[in-house]
C-alpha cells in the first residue's frame, strides 16, 4: 500500500465550522468524520491537526513509543497550569512525575477513603429539599471539590478548608475557554486573563499556607501533597514549591469538574430511563444491608451505568499526542509537529462498536467487553488520566448514595457542550427535587 502524506489533502475549517467544532465536538466532530473520513488533517488557527476518528487509529497512536511524542498545545497550557505542569511535560520528566504521585492517586490507596467520599457526599445532599429545583452540577461540584481537598491536599482544618473552596471555585469561574485556547489572550490588557491571574495567585498564596502547615505538622497521611513533600530526586533534592504548586494545579484542574460532569450526567440519564434506576436501584438494595463503598463499586450494573454516561457524554472531545519522529498512522503519513488529536467523542459514537450509538443502554457494557482503544474516557497509554481510579470510585459512590436516598427529575433537555478544555451539560442538568426515599433495608428495619 502506497502511504499518503497528510498535508496534501489538509481541509481547512472555516470560522464558522470551526466555532461550530469547538462547541459542539459531538455533532461536528460526525459531521467531519462523515465527509473526510477517519484520517482527516485540518488546518486550524494556522496549525495543523490530524483528526483520528477510529479505535484502530487510537491504538496505533498509543502503540508508539512514548518518547516519540511531545505534550500538545504547550504554547496554551504553560501559562495555565504552570511550567512543572504533568501536561506540558514530556519525555523522561514526565514519565518521573507520573511515578511519583501515581501511588497517592492509585485504587488501592483510594479504596481506603471510601467513607470520606460518602460522608462528603452526605453532607452536600443533605441541602437538598423535597420540592426544590436545584442545578445538579452545582451539588456534584461540591462533592468532587470537597473529596479532591480531602484526597489530595489532604486539608482536615476548618478554615483552610474554606478558603481552598471558594479559591478553587473562583479558580474555575475565572478559566475563560478564549484564554485557554488563544495564547495571544493571555496577556495582563485582557480582563479575563487578569482575573484568571488573580485567583491563580490567590491559589499559589493558599498552596503556600497548605505546604507550610503540612510541614509543620509533619505527618504522612498519603495524599498526594505528602508525597510530594517527601519525594527526594535522584539527586537527593526535593520537589520545589513551584513545582507542588503546578501539579496541584492541574490535579485540581483536571479532577474537580470533570469528575463532577459525569455525576451530573447520570441523573440526567437516570431521571430520563426510570426503567434503568429501577433496576440500579434494586442491584445496590440487594448487595447488602448499608452503603459500603468497597462493596459498592464493584457492583457490575452501577459500573455499566457509569461507564455507559461518560461514553455517551465524553468530558474531555478529545486526547492529543504530537510526533516528534514521523510516524505512519492508519496508512498516512504523519510529519513531526502535525498533532495527532484523537476523536473520543466519535470513536465513542462509532456504530459499528456502540450500536444506537445516541442512546443510553448501559446494558451494552454487561454484554460486551470494550478495549482500551474502543472505549477510552480517560485518553490512554503513556498520558493516561492519572485521576481514573479516584474520579470512578467517588462517581459510583456519590451515584449510590444519591439514587437510593433521593426521587428526582430533570426538568429540562441538555445538551453536550464545551465549557473550557471539558465538556458538560448546557444548562448544568436542573433537578427537581421529588422527594426522600428509604433504600429497601431501612424500610424493612422500620417495619419490624
Ligand atoms: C471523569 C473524570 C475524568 C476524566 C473523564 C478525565 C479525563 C482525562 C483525559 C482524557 C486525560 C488525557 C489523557 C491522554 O492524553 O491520554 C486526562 C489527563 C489527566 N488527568 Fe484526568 N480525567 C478525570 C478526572 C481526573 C482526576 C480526578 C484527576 C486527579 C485527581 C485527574 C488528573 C489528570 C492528570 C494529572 C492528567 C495528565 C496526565 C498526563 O499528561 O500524564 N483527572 N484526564
Not at 500500500?1 to 466555532?19: D, E, G, K, W
Not at 490530524?50 to 508508539?64: K, L, S, V, W
Not at 470520606?116 to 451539588?139: F, Y
Not at 481510579?389 to 429540562?412: D, G, K, N
Request: glycine share 6%; with cysteine.
Amino acid at each position: 500500500m502506497s502511504v499518503a502524506t497528510s498535508s496534501s489533502r489538509a481541509i481547512s475549517l472555516n470560522l464558522l465550522q470551526q466555532l461550530r467544532y469547538y462547541n459542539e465536538p459531538m455533532t461536528m466532530g460526525g459531521w467531519i468524520r462523515e465527509h473526510y473520513g477517519d484520517f482527516v488533517p485540518v488546518r486550524f488557527q494556522g496549525h495543523e491537526y490530524i483528526g483520528i476518528a477510529t479505535a484502530e487509529g487510537a491504538r496505533q497512536i498509543f502503540a508508539n513509543d512514548p518518547a516519540n511524542y511531545d505534550a500538545f498545545f504547550k504554547e496554551g497550557f504553560t501559562s495555565i497550569a504552570g511550567p512543572a505542569s504533568l501536561w506540558v511535560l514530556a519525555g523522561a520528566v514526565h514519565r518521573r512525575e507520573r511515578k511519583l504521585f501515581a501511588p497517592a492517586v492509585h485504587a488501592t490507596h483510594v479504596r481506603e477513603h471510601g467513607n470520606t467520599v460518602l460522608e462528603i457526599t452526605r453532607l452536600h445532599l443533605a441541602k437538598w429539599q423535597p420540592g426544590q429545583t436545584v442545578k445538579s452540577i452545582d451539588t456534584t461540584m461540591a462533592i468532587s471539590r470537597d473529596v479532591i481537598m480531602r484526597l489530595v491536599f489532604g486539608i482536615e482544618e476548618d478554615k483552610l478548608m474554606e478558603e481552598g473552596q471558594e479559591i478553587l471555585d473562583e479558580l474555575r469561574i475565572s478559566l475563560n475557554p478564549l484564554i485557554t485556547f488563544i495564547p495571544a489572550l493571555q496577556k495582563r490588557w485582557y480582563p479575563p486573563w487578569r482575573r484568571f491571574s488573580r485567583a491563580k495567585e490567590r491559589f499559589t498564596e493558599w498552596v503556600n499556607r497548605v505546604l507550610a502547615a503540612r510541614r509543620a505538622l509533619n505527618v504522612d497521611s498519603g495524599d498526594v501533597v505528602s508525597i510530594m513533600l517527601a519525594t527526594r530526586y535522584e539527586d537527593g533534592s526535593p520537589m520545589q514549591d513551584d513545582e507542588i504548586r503546578d501539579e496541584l494545579m492541574t490535579i485540581m484542574q483536571g479532577g474537580h469538574e470533570t469528575t463532577a460532569t459525569v455525576l451530573a450526567w447520570a441523573l440526567y440519564e437516570l431521571g430520563r430511563h426510570p426503567e434503568v434506576l429501577a433496576k440500579l436501584r434494586a442491584e445496590l438494595e440487594d448487595s447488602g444491608s448499608d452503603l459500603n463503598p468497597n462493596l459498592v463499586v464493584k457492583l457490575p450494573y452501577l459500573s455499566a451505568v457509569c461507564d455507559e454516561t461518560v461514553r455517551l457524554h465524553p468530558i474531555l472531545a478529545e486526547c492529543a499526542r504530537v510526533p516528534l519522529i514521523p510516524m505512519e498512522i492508519l496508512g498516512h503519513k504523519v510529519l513531526p509537529g502535525q498533532a495527532l488529536v484523537i476523536s473520543i467523542v466519535s470513536i465513542h459514537h462509532d456504530p459499528d462498536l456502540y450500536p444506537e450509538p445516541d442512546k443510553f443502554i448501559p446494558e451494552r457494557f454487561i454484554e460486551r467487553t470494550y478495549n482500551r482503544y474502543e472505549f477510552l474516557p480517560f485518553g490512554g497509554a503513556h498520558r493516561r488520566c492519572l485521576g481514573a481510579a479516584l474520579s470512578e470510585y467517588e462517581t459510583r459512590i456519590a451515584l449510590a448514595e444519591l439514587v437510593l436516598h433521593w426521587e428526582f427529575q430533570p426538568v429540562v433537555i441538555e445538551r453536550d457542550t464545551r465549557h473550557d478544555v471539558a465538556m458538560g451539560p448546557k444548562y448544568g442538568v436542573p433537578l427537581r427535587i421529588l422527594a426522600r426515599r428509604d433504600p429497601k433495608w431501612a424500610a424493612s428495619a422500620t417495619n419490624e
